[in-house]
T-cell receptor, first 111, second 113 residues
Framework: QKEVEQNSGPLSVPEGAIASLNCTYSDRVSQSFFWYRQYSGKSPELIMSIYSNGDKEDGRFTAQLNKASQYVSLLIRDSQPSDSATYLCAVRLNTGNQFYFGTGTSLTVIP | KAGVTQTPRYLIKTRGQQVTLSCSPISGHRSVSWYQQTPGQGLQFLFEYFSETQRNKGNFPGRFSGRQFSNSRSEMNVSTLELGDSALYLC????????????FGPGTRLTVL
């Protein structure tokens, strides 16, 4: 079983809508959770990190973590065409351990 | 401040050959991690180097190795190349060992024929 699972998509949303990206992880001792954005042909860039249950907001982005359900999500409000990219979920068991990445969800925002 | 640089950007090799990839971290960053990215497996961790020592290793065969120099630059080597080694190899740097914030380089696209 993969440590981190994401729907590969593609996910298409109209401009201005909310895009919802989901990720589940298998290891209950996971402590740190991250969302990366990767534009086609580019390298991943970190957009959000979350460590505690609940919501964390940063501009149009909200990360949600539910450790009991082993679930982390990313909401993108007021989606823009420039948000079209692949979003990678990453999990870290604890400090000093490696990152485990999902295979990514491709998001297309339609103007 | 310059970002992470990787050389070469593209490489074509044949099965059985070996290859060395290079990564220069952001100035002042002392930790370098290497990842392999393929469409089927996604981004997979290879290893992390800090202070010239390998601190973490992913689940890859011994054909994959690396090292870090005193100036924090890092190289990774793949020996006896297989077709399945075709991938984008990404290097990421962070300020210190095991920090959550890492910055990725542009990657080296390796094609094994």
């Amino acid at each position: 079983q993969k440590e981190v699972e994401q729907n590969s998509g593609p996910l298409s949303v109209p401009e201005g809508a909310i895009a919802s990206l989901n990720c589940t992880y298998s290891d209950r001792v996971s402590q740190s959770f991250f969302w990366y954005r990767q534009y086609s042909g580019k390298s991943p860039e970190l957009i959000m990190s979350i460590y505690s249950n609940g919501d964390k907001e940063d501009g149009r982005f909200t990360a949600q973590l539910n450790k009991a359900s082993q679930y982390v999500s990313l909401l993108i409000r007021d989606s823009q065409p420039s948000d079209s990219a692949t979003y990678l979920c990453a999990v870290r068991l604890n400090t000093g351990n490696q990152f485990y990445f999902g295979t990514g969800t491709s998001l297309t925002v339609i103007p | 401040k310059a970002g992470v640089t990787q050389t070469p950007r593209y490489l074509i090799k044949t099965r059985g050959q070996q290859v060395t990839l290079s990564c220069s971290p952001i100035s002042g960053h002392r930790s370098v991690s290497w990842y392999q990215q393929t469409p089927g497996q996604g981004l997979q961790f290879l290893f992390e180097y800090f202070s010239e020592t390998q601190r973490n290793k992913g689940n890859f065969p011994g054909r994959f190795s690396g090292r870090q120099f005193s100036n924090s630059r890092s190289e990774m080597n793949v020996s006896t190349l297989e077709l399945g080694d075709s991938a984008l190899y990404l290097c990421a740097s962070s300020l210190e060992f095991s920090m959550d914030t890492q910055y990725f380089g542009p990657g080296t696209r390796l094609t094994v024929l």
